[in-house]
């Protein structure tokens, strides 16, 4: 009699399930890094994730006369009717006071409310504490249950103040103008929408296509130096050879219009510290 196979537990399918969804958790954790200094909050990206997987489910159930079938949105992404009507009617609005940290309303009060300013726009050097026109009465006022001093300490860490003999005082620091200026993300962009891609195709396609990462240690500042350097000229020489061989031969004259199709080389040079390395430093 023909041994039989052993059933899978039921407490060995959350792991495997798990170990699938530790790859998404680590991208999102990078992306969070990324995010968090430049005033993303989870509720305002979860607004964004929202929108951006009802319009992917809408692309997909487009109808052949071009209109969003709502009803197949809503089974793709598990969203009511309602929500699926509303979010392509509307999209995400402007962020608000709502999605603001509590940093950022401690600031906007401190700018703004007389009592903590001389005017809109000019804040006072504020008491550490104290009952009124203090910064433990500001804290207080706008931070939520946020403590004073967790709020203090992260606009050290963000330089927006100044320790004085009376206080502190607000200041304009470039972390403040970049808050909520994603524009930086722009040239990285692309390289990211093509590895997406590439890793969800299906696997016979994926060969043709695949991401080939080279890591080069340095040992010291000098090593890491020249790695860096050396990169660098191999890296630009190949594009420039790349482009005078292929555009010298191309029998195609060129045009305005788009090509229908086309192949992307994208090199990205990375210096990656220790592990235990805080993000940052």
Request: charged residues 25%; glycine residues 6%.
């Amino acid at each position: 009699m023909p041994e039989e196979k052993p059933y899978l537990k039921k407490a060995d399918a959350p792991v495997s399930q798990i170990k699938r969804a530790a790859v998404l958790e680590e991208l999102l954790t990078e992306l969070a890094f990324v995010l968090l200094p430049r005033g993303m909050t989870p509720k305002r990206f979860s607004e964004m994730v929202r929108l951006a997987f009802v319009r992917a489910a809408a692309d997909i159930s487009r109808l052949r006369n071009g209109r969003v079938n709502h009803s197949r949105v809503a089974a793709q992404t598990g969203l009511a009717r309602a929500d699926v009507k509303k979010l392509l009617r509307r999209g995400v609005s402007p962020s608000s006071d709502r999605n603001q940290t509590p940093v950022e309303r401690v600031i906007d009060g401190w700018r703004t409310d007389r009592e903590f300013a001389k005017r809109p726009g000019s804040p006072n050097c504020l008491r550490i504490s104290g009952q009124r026109g203090s910064f433990a009465r500001l804290v207080k006022k706008y931070g939520g249950d946020v403590t004073p001093r967790a709020v203090l300490e992260e606009l050290r860490r963000m330089g927006a103040v100044i320790d004085t003999d009376r206080g502190v005082l607000l200041q304009l620091s470039p972390h403040l103008r970049q808050r909520h200026d994603f524009a930086f993300l722009s040239p990285v962009l692309p390289a990211l929408i093509d590895g997406l891609r590439i890793a969800s195709r299906k696997p016979s396609i994926r060969k043709t296509s695949s991401i080939q990462r080279l890591i080069l240690p340095a040992e010291t500042e000098v090593d890491l130096a020249i790695v860096r350097e050396r990169c660098l000229s191999s890296a630009q020489a190949m594009l420039n050879g790349l482009a005078q061989s292929l555009g010298t031969q191309a029998a195609v004259p060129r045009s305005k219009v788009p090509p229908k199709h086309s192949f992307s080389v994208t090199i990205l040079l990375a210096e990656n510290g220790l592990k235990n390395t805080p993000r940052g430093q």
